[in-house]
């Protein structure tokens, strides 16, 4: 269990937290067509190699037909839970209205406690709304994406590759269904966000 913050601990990370989103703000994705580079690990879809093993694999066209572009450097996993509820229409189609969904909420999630600032999920629902606005340009923690998905009436369970090592993964069937067949290589990440 995690040792619980001290109060000046606590504002340091408040303050970190809104300075990042402050300065990742005024970033900008690529226009006119570009792209953001590939990194050298991963292979482009439309690249040979990349259709081939497509071709080889369970492919759900529904969820690469809603594919969304990345609006913003920081809305790495905001466009993937975007991506997700588009296959199934709904949800914003704005990424920048991500948080839309919690303040059409009848009662919020703690949201703040995603960003580790759960002292802060007992501000007024229009204080959070904003707050939370604001922070989605520094990254959405995966238990944030959760609770988005499940406002959405989606069933989500989050898995760690800290509680769960890759035979485990490999033996959980359902979880293997969801990603590509044949299984070629599943990166099991370390971190929450982006």
């Not at 040979?48 to 809305?75: I, M, S, T, Y």
């Not at 709904?90 to 969904?101: L, M, N, S, T, Y």
């Not at 359902?174 to 070629?184: K, N």
Request: charged share 25%; net charge negative; hydrophobic share 45%.
């Amino acid at each position: 269990m995690p040792r619980a913050q001290t109060v000046p601990e606590y504002v340091v990370r408040l303050f970190r937290s809104l300075r990042d989103a402050t300065r990742h703000r005024r970033l900008s994705a690529p226009v006119g067509g570009q792209r953001f580079a590939l990194p050298d690990e991963l292979i482009d879809l439309n690249s040979q190699e990349g259709q081939r093993l497509a071709a080889e694999a369970f492919v759900n066209q529904k969820l690469v037909q809603a594919l969304l572009r990345q609006e913003h450097p920081a809305f790495c996993a905001v466009a993937s839970a975007m991506t997700v509820a588009s296959a199934e229409e709904v949800g914003p189609a704005d990424q920048k209205r991500f948080a839309d969904v919690f303040r059409k909420a009848e009662t919020w999630p703690p949201v703040m406690a995603c960003y580790g600032l759960d002292a802060l999920d007992a501000l007024p629902a229009l204080l959070k709304y904003w707050l939370l606005s604001h922070l989605q340009y520094d990254g959405a923690p995966l238990a944030l994406l959760a609770q988005w998905l499940r406002l959405l009436d989606f069933d989500v369970e989050i898995l760690s590759s800290a509680d769960l090592d890759e035979d485990a993964f490999r033996e959980d069937e359902p979880l293997v269904a969801m990603f590509l067949q044949p299984f070629h290589q599943v990166q099991m990440n370390q971190g929450d966000s982006c």
